[in-house]
C-alpha cells in the first residue's frame, strides 16, 4: 500500500467513525426527549439503536444507555428486563448509585429478596439515611416474617375481565349497583370501520380504554365492550371512579401518548354519559394529576399527582368540593400516607375507608394494597393487606362487594410479560370438621357404634359410624363440645373439641376406642420397678387413660389383675402380683376413683396368655390357641424365651358390673 493511498483509508476510518459518533450523539438526543416526555417504550427503542452506534471505548455512554433502558422497563414495570438493563449497566461501572437503589425495587418486585438486600445495601453505603432505601431494606430482610400473615381469603382470576395477553386492571362498579363495571384494558379495538389500533409510546401496547359490562337476567356477566359516550380517545383512559348513585364518574386520561395526565368528569342524563370535562384541581393546570378516588358523600376527592411539596414520588392528595362545585385547594394526605416512594390507585371502601398501594411503606414488593383509617384527631393510621392480597408484584386499584366480604383488585403476579390482571376476591367460610373413627381396644372398627356430640351453643346429635369406622361432623364456630363414643357391648369414651377464638377453618380428628365390656383387657404400658410393685413414671399416661375410662363410665365396677412369669416361686410370685395390682387400685382411688368400684387381683403365674390372631400375626412362631405355659416356653428359642415371658408379666382389667349405683 502506498502513502497516499494509506493516508486516504485513515481519513475514510476517521470520517466513518465522526459519523458514527455523530449518528449515536443524535439518536441518544432523540431518546433523551422521548424519556423526559414520559414515553418510555419509544424511548427504549431508541436507546438500543443508539447503543449500536456507540464505540467500544465509549463505556461511560454505554453504561448510562443501559441505565436508562432499565429506567424505562421500570417505568412501564418490565421487572425482567429492566434488571437486565441494570446489571449491564453495573457491569459497565455506571457511576450513580441509584443504578442500585433502582435495580433492587426490580429484584424486590420479582421476589429475589437475597439479591434484593444486596443491592439496598450497597446503595446505602452511599446514602445512608434514604428513606425509601432502608424501607425496602427491611421490608426484603423481613420476607419471611411478612409471608406468615395471611388473610382468611381466597383469589381468582376473574376470566370474564382479563383479555388472554393484555392488560386489564382498575374494575369499579358504577356507584352501589354492583351489577355494572367499568374497568381498563388495552385490549385491541376497531373505534371506526376500518381503523387500526392505536399504541402507546409509554407502554408499546395499545392504548388503554375503558370498557364495561353488566350481568345479565342469568346473573352472568356479558361480555364486556368498549363504553359508549366521548371517552376513548387515541390517547389513554384509566384508573375511574363513580359517585355513589353512579350518575357521575371521573376518570384518568393521558393525551398524546405521553405522561402527562388529567382528570375528567362525566354526568350521566338519560342513560346517556355527557362530554367529560377536565377538573382544575391545581392552578397550575401543567401539573398531573391522575387516579381519581370520591368519598361517599361525594363531597371529597382523592387523587395522585408528582405536585411540588409532596413527599416524594406519587403522592395521594384530596381536595373538599365547593359551594360553587369547584374543587377547593389541594391538600398532600401527609407522611404517614405518603412516603418517598409511589402512592396510587386511591379507592374508597365500605364505610369509607381509604385504601391505596404504595412501595414504599413496609411490604411485599412492588406496589401493596394499604387500608388507611383517620382517627377523631385526624391522624392516619396504616394497614397492610397482607396475602393473598399482597405478593412481590404488583397489586392495586381494590373494590367491594355489597357485601363487603368479595370483590376485586388488580395485580400483575404470575405473569410472564408486564401485564395486569382483574382477580376476585372472597371470604373463606370458616368450615370446622370433626373426623375420627369409633375402635375397639385393639384398634378393629366398630361399624354399628355412635358418637355422642353435644355444644354449648345447644347442639345435641348422635352420629352413626360407617363400615370402616369412620364418621364425619361440621361444628358451629365459637363452640365448646363434649363428645362420647358408644357401641352395645363395649365400654364409653369421651373426648372434648372447642372452635372458640379460631380464626382459620380446621380440621379435627379424634379416636374412640372402646375396650370390651366382657373380655380382659389388657393394658399395654404399666412398668413396675424390678421385682418390686412399686409404678414407674412412664405407667402414667396409661393409668389416667384408666382414670378417664372410669369417670366416662361411672356405672361400671373391675377387677384389676396382675401377672407375672414363671421365674421365681409360686408363693412369691402370688405375692408380688397381689401387690402390683393393689399399687395400680391406690393409683386409681388417688385420682378420685371409688374405692369399692375396685377389685384388686395377683394371679401370679397360674393364668398364662393364650394366643390369639393379633398375638400370631405379629410373632410368626406362635399359633393361635398356644398357651405360653412354662413347659411350652422351654421349648422355645432364647429370644423367643424372653418375649413369651414378658406377654405373661402383664396388667389386666375386666369389668365385674355396669350397675354400680344404679339401683
Avoid at 78 to 83: E, G, I
Avoid at 550 to 565: F, G, L, Q, R, V
Avoid at 569 to 576: C, E, F, R
Amino acid at each position: 500500500m502506498n502513502k497516499h493511498t494509506l493516508v486516504y483509508s485513515l481519513a475514510l476510518c476517521l470520517l466513518a467513525c465522526m459519523l458514527m459518533g455523530c449518528s449515536a450523539t443524535r439518536k441518544l438526543k432523540k431518546a433523551d426527549a422521548k424519556y423526559e416526555n414520559g414515553a418510555y417504550y419509544a424511548a427504549v427503542e431508541e436507546y438500543k439503536k443508539a447503543k449500536k452506534k456507540l464505540r467500544p471505548s465509549q463505556k461511560p455512554i454505554r453504561a448510562e444507555v443501559n441505565y436508562k433502558i432499565g429506567e424505562c422497563y421500570r417505568h412501564i414495570a418490565n421487572w425482567p428486563k429492566a434488571t437486565r438493563a441494570y446489571n449491564q449497566a453495573i457491569k459497565d461501572k455506571y457511576a450513580d448509585p441509584m443504578v442500585y437503589l433502582n435495580s433492587a425495587q426490580c429484584l424486590h418486585a420479582q421476589g429475589n429478596y437475597p439479591a434484593a438486600i444486596n443491592h439496598y445495601t450497597l446503595y446505602l453505603e452511599s446514602d445512608a439515611k434514604n428513606e425509601l432505601a432502608l424501607q425496602g431494606l427491611e421490608s426484603a430482610q423481613k420476607s419471611a416474617e411478612l409471608a406468615i400473615y395471611r388473610q382468611r381469603y381466597t383469589v381468582r382470576l376473574a376470566p370474564v375481565f382479563n383479555s388472554r395477553s393484555n392488560s386489564d386492571f382498575g374494575l369499579h362498579f358504577m356507584g352501589s349497583d354492583t351489577s355494572t363495571v367499568v374497568f381498563t384494558t388495552n385490549r385491541s379495538m376497531l373505534k371506526k370501520k376500518n381503523s387500526k389500533s392505536y399504541f402507546s409510546q409509554v407502554t408499546g401496547s395499545t392504548h388503554f380504554n375503558l370498557y364495561t359490562t353488566k350481568k345479565n337476567k342469568s346473573n352472568k356477566w356479558d361480555k364486556p365492550a368498549a363504553m359508549e359516550g366521548n371517552f376513548n380517545t387515541t390517547g389513554d383512559e384509566g384508573a375511574l371512579c363513580f359517585s355513589a348513585d353512579g350518575k357521575t364518574m371521573y376518570f384518568t386520561r393521558c393525551a398524546g401518548g405521553s405522561r402527562a395526565a388529567e382528570i375528567l368528569k362525566s354526568e350521566r342524563s338519560g342513560g346517556e354519559w355527557k362530554e367529560p370535562v377536565p377538573q382544575q384541581l391545581f392552578v397550575d393546570s401543567t401539573i398531573t394529576v391522575a387516579h381519581p378516588a370520591l368519598s361517599i358523600s361525594g363531597d371529597t376527592l382523592f387523587f395522585v399527582s408528582d405536585a411540588p411539596k409532596g413527599f416524594g414520588g406519587k403522592d395521594i392528595w384530596m381536595a373538599m368540593k365547593l359551594r360553587d362545585g369547584k374543587w377547593g385547594i389541594p391538600e398532600n394526605l401527609g407522611s404517614a400516607v405518603n412516603t418517598s416512594g409511589d402512592e396510587m390507585f386511591p379507592t374508597i371502601g365500605p364505610k369509607g375507608v381509604l385504601y391505596f398501594s404504595s412501595n414504599g411503606h413496609l411490604g411485599y414488593g412492588g406496589l401493596d394494597i394499604y387500608k388507611a383509617k383517620r382517627d377523631t384527631a385526624g391522624n392516619w393510621h396504616i394497614e397492610n393487606l397482607t396475602q393473598p392480597f399482597n405478593s412481590s408484584a404488583d397489586d392495586f386499584s381494590i373494590v367491594f362487594d355489597a357485601d363487603k366480604d368479595a370483590g376485586y383488585f388488580s395485580s400483575s403476579r404470575g405473569q410472564k410479560r408486564a401485564v395486569d390482571k382483574i382477580y376476585r376476591f372472597q371470604k373463606t367460610e370458616q368450615v370446622y370438621v370433626l373426623k375420627g373413627r369409633v375402635v375397639d381396644e385393639r384398634g378393629r372398627a366398630l361399624p354399628d357404634a355412635i358418637v355422642k356430640i353435644v355444644g354449648n351453643d345447644g347442639t345435641n346429635l348422635k352420629q352413626p359410624t360407617k363400615r370402616d369406622g369412620s364418621f364425619m361432623v361440621k361444628l358451629n364456630k365459637n363452640t365448646n363440645y363434649v363428645m362420647l363414643g358408644t357401641c352395645r357391648g363395649f365400654l364409653n369414651s369421651s373426648a372434648n373439641v372447642s372452635t372458640v377464638g379460631l380464626e382459620e377453618s380446621q380440621e379435627f380428628q379424634r379416636t374412640f376406642k372402646l375396650p370390651s365390656v366382657n373380655k380382659s383387657i389388657k393394658m399395654d404400658h404399666i412398668y413396675y420397678e424390678f421385682a418390686k410393685w412399686n409404678l414407674t413414671k412412664e405407667s402414667e399416661e396409661e393409668l389416667n387413660g384408666l382414670v378417664k375410662l372410669m369417670k366416662d363410665n361411672p356405672h361400671i365396677t373391675i377387677e384389676i389383675s396382675a401377672h407375672t412369669d414363671s421365674v421365681g416361686s409360686d408363693q412369691s410370685n402370688m405375692i408380688l402380683s397381689q401387690k402390683r395390682a393393689q399399687s395400680v387400685v391406690n393409683y386409681l382411688i388417688k385420682a378420685g376413683i371409688e374405692a369399692d368400684r375396685l377389685t384388686p387381683v395377683g394371679y401370679g403365674e397360674s393364668k398364662p396368655v393364650v394366643v390369639d390372631a393379633e398375638t400370631a400375626k405379629e410373632y410368626k412362631w406362635l399359633k393361635v390357641g398356644d398357651v405360653l405355659t412354662p413347659e411350652f416356653i422351654e421349648e422355645l428359642e432364647a429370644d423367643e424365651q424372653q418375649i413369651a415371658n414378658q406377654m405373661n408379666r402383664r396388667t389386666e382389667f375386666r369389668v365385674l358390673r355396669t350397675t354400680y349405683n344404679l339401683y
